[in-house]
C-alpha cells in the first residue's frame, strides 16, 4: 500500500518521502511470496468489484510504466457447497455487476482442470480473469517508477512517531526527523504502533504458505489450473499454480488462529504447520500433494468485519490510514495507493470507500 501511495502521489507532482524500516521488498510483513491471487468474483463484498476493475487497469499501466509482467490471468475458481459464503457470494457478484462466469459441478470442474478433485456435492465459480500478481515484482515498480519522478525512498529507517504541528506533521524516525502537509500511515500488521486508535481495529496474525510438489505437474500448470478459494469442511483454502517456486503453491484462511505480535511472532514453520496444508491437498489436490518446497510464515492484520480500513485518521485530519488489509488487500494495492493519493491531496476520492471507513465500524 506504501509504495503505491508513493507512486500515485508523486505522478501527481508532489513532494513525496516513503519510508520503510525493513528492506525494499522484505519478508517481514505481508506482501512476499511471489503470488497473489486477483480475481473480479468477490465473495467478500460485491461493492469490491468497481474498485478491482480499476486495480487490474493500473496494474495494467503499470506493467506498461516498467516493462515488467506483473500479472497473469489463469481464471479463479471460488467453490463451496451450495449456500456457502464462498460460492454464493462470489456467483452474487458476477450477477451484480455483469460478470462474465459460469457454474460448474465438482465433475465439471475436475474435467476441466484435472488437478482439482473436490467433493461431489460442490459447486464452483469459474471467473476467467482472475489470476495473479507478483507482489515483489509489483513493490518494486512502484518503487523503480516513484524514484524515477522524483519520490525520495528511505529503507531500513523506521518510524517512531508523529505529531501534529502548525504547518502539518512531524515524523520521528531512527535516522531524523522530518516534517510534511500530510501523512499517510500503510505499516499493515505494525499499523497499531503508529495509530494506536486501531488496536482493537488492526489485530495481527500468524499465516503459513507452503508449495508441494506435484505429483503431474502439468495439471499445476498456470494455462492449466485456475486460482482457487475453496471452502471445504477443513476451513477456507487458498491455492495457485506452479509459479516462481517449484511447487502448487497452498494456504489455509487463518491458519492455526494465532494472534501475535509481528515483532515476536514465531517465523520459522514446523510439522504442524505443514501438515495443515498437506492434509487439504492430498484430500482435494492429491495429484498435487508431493515433497514440501517451501512453507513460510505472512501476517494477516484482520479487521472484525474483514473489510479495509481506508480513512481520515480519527484525530487528526492530517493522517490517512491504509491499512490494514484483512488477508486479501494485495491485489488492490495499485487501487489503494491511487485512493491514498486522491485523499493526502484532496481530502475526497471518487472510489466509493463507504465499507472502509471508520464510521461503519462504530
Ligand atoms: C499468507 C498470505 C496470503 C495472502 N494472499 C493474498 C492473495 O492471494 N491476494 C490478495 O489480494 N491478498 C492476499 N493477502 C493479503 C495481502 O498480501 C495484504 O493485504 C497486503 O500485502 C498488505 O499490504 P500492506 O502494505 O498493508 O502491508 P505490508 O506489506 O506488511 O506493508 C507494511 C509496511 O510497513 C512497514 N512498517 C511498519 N511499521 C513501520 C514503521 N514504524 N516505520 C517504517 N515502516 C514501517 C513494514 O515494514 C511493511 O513493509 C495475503 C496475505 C498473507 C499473509
Known sequence: ????AVYHLVRRGLRVLGLERFNIPHHFGSSHGVTRIIRLSYFEHPSYVPLLRRAYELWRELEQQSAERLLHITGSIDAG???SAVFEGSRASCEQHGLPHEILTSAEVTRRFPGYRLPAQMMAVLQPQGGFVLPELCISAHVRLAQALGAEIHAREQVAGWEPVAEGIRVRTSRAIYEAAQLVISAGAWVAELAPELKSLAVPERQVFGWLQPKRPEWFAPDRFPVFNIAVEEGH???LPVFGVPGFKVGRFHHLE????PNTMRRECDSR??????????R?????AGSTMALHTCIFTNTPDG???????????RVWIASPCSGHG???ASVIGEIMADLAERGETRHEISLHRLAARR
Open 237 to 239: 483454502y487458498y491455492g
Open 273 to 282: 504447520d505443514e501438515e495443515v496444508l498437506w492434509t487439504f491437498a492430498e
Open 330 to 332: 494485495f491485489k488492490m
Open 258 to 261: 494465532e494472534a501475535i505480535n
Open 284 to 288: 482435494y489436490f492429491p495429484n498435487g
Open 1 to 4: 500500500m506504501g509504495s503505491a
Open 81 to 83: 457447497v451450495p449456500g
Open 307 to 317: 473489510h479495509f480500513i481506508i480513512d481520515r485518521h480519527p484525530q487528526c485530519d
